[in-house]
């Protein structure tokens, strides 16, 4: 079983659902539908893929100053990811989260992980511990 | 480096009001950019009552029932709906009543209704030097550069939160190190027709936000002030096609007294001699639509039209009427104005659609066509028209937008080349 411990980003209650890693960065807004999470960028290689309840990893983010609208639409009609794993920080989609923790919604868990380090985790069901630790279930 | 907090704003953090709430999520945001600090802000321009979706309408909400309001100037930039009447739109009911509550919400908060994105052209204007947190893309870039004032891209949420909170994270840009250019855009080799013309400023600006990402850059070569207006186009065109949030023009803008002083004294990591290839290049890129036989539709203001450029509208028209719906979008700022002297009356009469409080790229208000061709003037239009209006775009100058829509047909004379 393949287990890392990872940097928690914004606190959540942890999460499990089916691994979906991205093969190239993604702008939320443009790029994801804010209605049911489908990846709507039609240059994106996962296009038409959904994110809704899925472990997100994200080797990177396009910056849109409202993609943290997105997330926390998503966040409030219940289509968000079960948990994000981010190679880098980006502050201005996990305020999303931060939001969405305030507005007193279920808030999904983001770490951060080297995106190396993501291959291992490719197609399986992973759980994502409050404390960050992310794991391939068996 | 771990954010420290002062007594005060951990007091205002640990409260259960909306300026609390607000207080926290500076702060989460503070700790996630790896701020040493919070900076106490002279001002704000809010971009986050522009309706996306219900959870942005409940958000506000929650702040107003909270008691919050904002501890400096704010001022809002375009909502979703047209309340000055000038425009129809297209919205959903049930979504047009979302995005109207929205616009109570930050009312409530006592953001000023200005409804603008060019704030800066309707009295905004902070000092330079100043630390603000503004939003909207070609407000920020334009308060930075133009005015001298400092600011981040603040977006959705943050912009609002460090309004009631007065503090924001000092990051990035509020960093005198982080302002200084770290690469040169020469235009002097451009033919100076081209650089007077009106198209110079939103093609180059196009192109220098593609050649920037998100590095500030200084522009070199230009022997006259090209006047707010053209600044403002620049900006908008350069922060919709790169993560743009600060430029230097050399004797222009107020941090660039000249090359050397933008540059911080050092050497550019890169010098990007722009020809006259590239600005073709540039214009041309600007339109998705290949030579259509007619044009659909015409929308400018983008950033909103000032009363120069109103002007400036009315004298290429002279009082034709046009064949194709025109929009010309504009803050209520300007339409007071406008209408005081007869203008608006003229532009109506003729033809012309004013959109005032929003924009045709953010809200339904232009037929639906997903085979519709668009003209603009605009590098922003030009940029987000395809994706959030289906229509393709031919860019062309001002003066090209006014005889295309008066032939119904592109009439395309203003080339780079």
């Known amino acids: 079983m393949t287990a890392l411990q990872a940097e928690v980003l914004v606190a959540g209650s942890g999460g499990t659902g089916e691994a979906l890693i ?84 279920e808030t999904p868990i983001a770490v951060r992980l080297d995106r190396d380090r993501f291959a291992p985790f490719r197609d399986a069901q992973i759980e994502v511990a409050a404390d960050g630790r992310v794991s391939a279930i068996p | 480096m771990a954010l420290e907090l002062t007594d005060a704003e951990r007091a205002t953090a640990a409260g259960g009001d909306g300026r609390a709430m607000a207080m926290r999520i500076v702060v989460a945001t503070a700790e996630l950019l790896g701020a040493p600090r919070l900076i106490p802000i002279a001002s704000a321009h809010i971009d986050g009552a522009l309706y996306h979706g219900d959870s942005g309408t409940l958000f506000a909400e929650r702040l107003v029932a909270g008691g919050a309001k904002v501890a400096v100037r704010a001022t809002l930039n375009v909502g979703a709906l047209d309340l000055t009447g000038c425009s129809k739109n297209r919205l959903p009911g049930r979504e047009a009543g979302m995005a109207r509550r929205m616009m109570d919400a930050y009312r409530g908060l006592g953001c000023e209704p200005s409804w603008t994105c060019t704030p800066y052209q309707a009295g905004h204007r902070p000092l330079r030097g100043s630390d603000v947190a503004w939003g909207e893309s070609n407000a920020v870039v334009f308060c930075n550069s133009v005015l001298g004032a400092r600011t981040n891209r603040y977006g959705d949420f943050l912009d609002i939160a460090c309004a009631i909170a007065g503090v924001a994270p000092d990051y990035g840009l509020h960093r005198p190190e982080n302002r200084i250019a770290t690469f040169v855009f020469d235009v002097g080799a451009l033919p100076a027709d081209f650089l007077a013309s009106e198209i110079a400023w939103p093609v180059l600006g196009s192109l220098y936000g593609r050649e920037a990402g998100d590095d500030v850059g200084v522009v070199a070569g230009i022997t006259a002030h090209p006047g707010e207006d053209a600044l403002k186009a620049f900006g908008a065109a350069a922060a919709s096609s790169g993560a743009v949030g600060l430029f230097h023009v050399a004797g222009v803008t107020p941090e660039a007294p000249d090359l050397d002083t933008a540059l911080g004294f050092g050497k550019p990591t890169r010098t990007i001699k722009v020809t006259r290839e590239m600005a073709a290049d540039a214009q041309r890129r600007l339109s998705t639509a290949e030579l259509p036989a007619a044009i659909d539709a015409v929308a400018i203001g983008s950033p909103h039209l000032s009363p120069r450029e109103f002007a400036e509208l009315e004298r290429l028209i002279g009082g034709r009427r046009l064949a194709v719906p025109f929009y010309a979008c504009t803050g209520r700022h300007v339409l007071a104005e406008l209408e005081r002297r007869g203008g608006r009356a003229a532009l109506e009469a003729s033809g012309v659609t004013i959109v005032a409080d929003t924009c045709v790229v953010v809200t339904p208000i232009m037929p639906e066509n997903i085979t519709g061709v668009l003209m603009t003037n605009s590098g922003k239009f030009a940029h987000y028209a395809p994706g959030n209006t289906g229509y393709s775009v031919l860019y062309g100058s001002l003066s090209d937008c006014v005889e295309s829509a008066v032939a119904g047909k592109p009439s395309l004379t203003e080339m780079a080349l």
Not at chain 1, 48 to 55: D, E
């Open chain 1, 22 to 105: 991205l093969d190239a960065p993604i702008s939320f807004w443009g790029g994801v539908d804010p209605k049911a999470g489908r990846i709507a960028d039609v240059r994106h290689p996962q296009h038409g893929r959904c994110i809704a309840g899925k472990v997100l990893f994200l080797p990177g983010t396009i910056g849109s100053s409202s993609a943290s609208a997105v997330l926390l639409e998503l966040a409030h009609n219940g289509h968000a990811p079960a948990a994000l794993v981010l190679h880098q920080p980006d502050a201005i989609l996990l305020l999303g989260l931060i939001v969405a923790r305030e507005m007193g919604w």
